[in-house]
């Protein structure tokens, strides 16, 4: 019994059962090139270095990577020579562990396995620095090949600092150009660039290009506003930059200066909004986090990383109150932006329908050239526009004609393009010429108005404003017009249909004419209405959680379109009161065609 008790507390200490195999293991766990050239400079950061020259080359049928620096150099033994033995044989002991406290300093190396991730580039690698003989020395190692040998390496100068060769290269590592390892280090390393200052220098002479590793810079709104991140194992430093939502957009996780993750929302913990938005670029550091050794772009869940999520929760906060905002303006200027397309579209409606059916709402628009065509074709002016006044201040008027001068003639339409006249009345039209940016053009024009087909009389045919007569007889008559600005012409036409029919006097809505009303967005979701118009306050009230409008929101175009068309089912439901149903449906394919053929 006693036996039996005394074999079931048997313990011990864990041990290698093969070294070499756990060499090997150790040594593929790093599974990415660029991370294992960023290992090797890092090396180089960690020795002080103040310029890092990394050379893409082939030598003798052979292809490269060089890696040399200007910093320490391997840590010396007690005859002042490269400690080399002690890398080679101390595999996860690192020489930086027997340096003091303050020397330790800015230094990310642990792990004692950076070099090894040579396997992960090439079949052998070379390690080169001096003695304080001032004689070099070298390393070399073969991948898959438990021994080493320390050679002296004759050199009529000794260089100060390491070298690094990788060589050759394995056959899939051959395309990793210089260009790519510039952008990787300038993510990978970018805080350790700046707070260093190091310079790396990436030389590539197979593609004869030669690279400066300049760290990332990030674009967007720097958020100043976030408070300290301190936690129980250290402080976490944040650099966000808040940006429009794109795919590409994300935060980084670094320790020590150092990119373990490139995008932090790849974590389960952080799927959630403000790092999974696509709405911030930067980095996050927390510099007390545990790395797995093999790949080091790995976090340990422990105690260390579960203080990193508790603490950045005041941030994440802070955060998505920014998204939001941004959301808010951003849905404020694009109803900005749709009410001016709006405004346009309707303005160019405006000049193509008759004035006397379509002389309920006005636009503002100091530019507005419908306004004055209506004015000088003496129709009346909608809403509550006035004449504008000949007395005023000279300098103003001198200035706002300065700017507004139009250019030369670029395009011309007819007001009213599409109307309908009585048998044997007479119907004013206008040309209404224009410059590129839509001004009104006045200066050396000449007009030439003719039939081109159907029945009718033309008047004053050589004039801004022509007179059209209809005959006895119903049809479609269609007009023709052309403006000549020295050797410039433009051309348009014009749609007006004879009838013999009564023409009914159009109801009105009885209230004043208070201009095109603005919109605002209501969401109810799950009603069935789409939109209303409140007279109190001239506003057309839209539901953004109607699935038309969900579905319109796909894109700015139909979103667009969408708006446009409840415009006009309100204008025409408001203005037109007690009119039969297939006469507002006939308005409102009639005021839908001209105005969406404008909307931009």
């Known amino acids: 019994m006693k036996a039996k008790q005394a074999r079931s507390r048997q313990g011990g200490k864990l041990r290698i059962g093969d070294d070499w195999n756990a060499i090997t293991i150790i040594a593929l766990s790093q599974q990415s090139p660029l991370k294992a050239v960023a290992e090797l400079v890092e090396n180089s950061i960690d020795a002080r270095a103040g310029s890092i020259v990394i050379t893409r080359g082939k030598e003798r049928g052979q292809h490269y990577l060089r890696i040399r620096d200007d910093g320490a150099g391997i840590p010396r033994d007690d005859a002042g020579l490269p400690d080399f033995q002690y890398v080679a044989t101390h595999i996860c002991d690192s020489l930086k562990r027997r340096l003091k406290q303050e020397d330790r300093a800015g230094i990310q190396g642990e792990f004692g396995i950076g070099l090894l991730s040579f396997w992960t580039l090439g079949e052998g690698l070379v390690l080169t ?24 390496r004759r050199r009529l100068f000794p260089e100060k600092g390491t070298e690094v060769v990788v060589q050759p290269l394995l056959a899939g590592i051959r395309n990793l150009s210089g260009e790519k390892i510039q952008w990787y280090l300038a993510s990978e390393l970018r805080d350790r660039i700046k707070r260093t200052g190091v310079r790396i220098e990436v030389i590539d002479r197979q593609a004869r290009t030669q690279h400066v590793v300049v760290p990332r810079e990030f674009s967007g709104r720097l958020m100043h506003q976030i408070p300290p991140v301190n936690t129980e194992w250290g402080e976490v430093y944040l650099e966000l930059y808040l940006n429009d939502p794109q795919p590409e957009n994300h935060a980084d996780l670094y320790r020590h200066g150092t990119r373990v993750l490139e995008d932090i929302a790849s974590m389960d913990a952080f799927q959630r909004a403000p790092w999974n938005s696509g709405c911030f670029q930067g980095i996050v550091d927390a ?3 545990t790395l797995t050794p093999g790949t080091r772009s790995g976090i340990l869940r422990d105690e260390q990383f579960d203080a990193l999520c508790r603490a950045l929760e005041p941030a994440e906060a802070l955060l998505n109150e920014a998204i939001d905002e941004q959301k808010r303006a951003a849905e404020e200027q694009a109803s900005k932006e749709i009410l001016r397309s709006i405004h346009r579209a309707f303005r160019e409606a405006l000049l193509a329908l008759p004035a006397e059916e379509y002389d309920w709402f006005q636009i503002a628009d100091g530019r507005d050239d419908g306004r004055h065509a ?8 909608a809403g509550h526009e006035e004449p504008e006044s000949e007395t005023g201040d000279d ?5 706002r004609e300065f700017f507004d001068f139009p250019g030369p003639l670029f395009s011309a339409v007819i007001s009213p393009a599409s109307c309908t006249v009585p048998v044997g009345e007479t119907k004013n039209l206008r040309a209404v010429p224009r410059d590129r940016k839509r001004r009104l053009v006045e200066e050396d024009l000449e007009y030439a108005w003719e039939i081109l087909e159907g029945g009718g009389e033309l008047s004053d045919s050589g004039s801004e404003i022509a007179a059209f007569r209809a005959p006895e007889e119903p049809g479609l008559t269609r007009l023709g017009l052309l403006v000549r600005q020295r050797e410039i012409e433009c051309r348009a036409e014009a749609l007006v249909t004879v009838t013999d029919a009564l023409m009914p006097d159009l109801p009105k809505s009885s209230r004043g004419r208070q201009g095109l009303p603005a919109y605002t967005f209501e969401r109810a979701p799950g009603e069935l209405w789409r939109s209303r118009y409140e007279e109190a306050r001239n506003l057309i009230v839209i539901n953004n959680a109607h699935r038309d409008f ?18 006009v089912k309100e204008l025409v439901h408001s203005n037109f009161p007690g009119l039969p149903a297939e006469r507002l449906l006939e308005r409102m394919v009639e005021l839908s065609l001209y105005t969406e053929e404008h909307l931009k």
């Not at 209506?374 to 002016?381: H, K, T, V």
């Not at 300098?395 to 200035?399: F, L, S």
Request: charged share 30%; proline share 5%; with cysteine.
């Open 129 to 152: 620095s001096a003695g304080a003989d001032n004689r070099t020395y070298e390393m070399r190692m073969g991948k898959g090949d438990p021994r080493y040998t320390i050679t002296e």
């Open 287 to 289: 510099p007390f986090l």
């Open 374 to 381: 209506r004015q000088r074709a003496g129709f009346p002016l």
């Open 395 to 399: 300098e103003v008027v001198h200035q």
């Open 550 to 567: 969900v579905y319109a929101s796909r894109s700015r175009a139909l979103k667009l379109r969408y708006i446009c068309r409840l415009y």
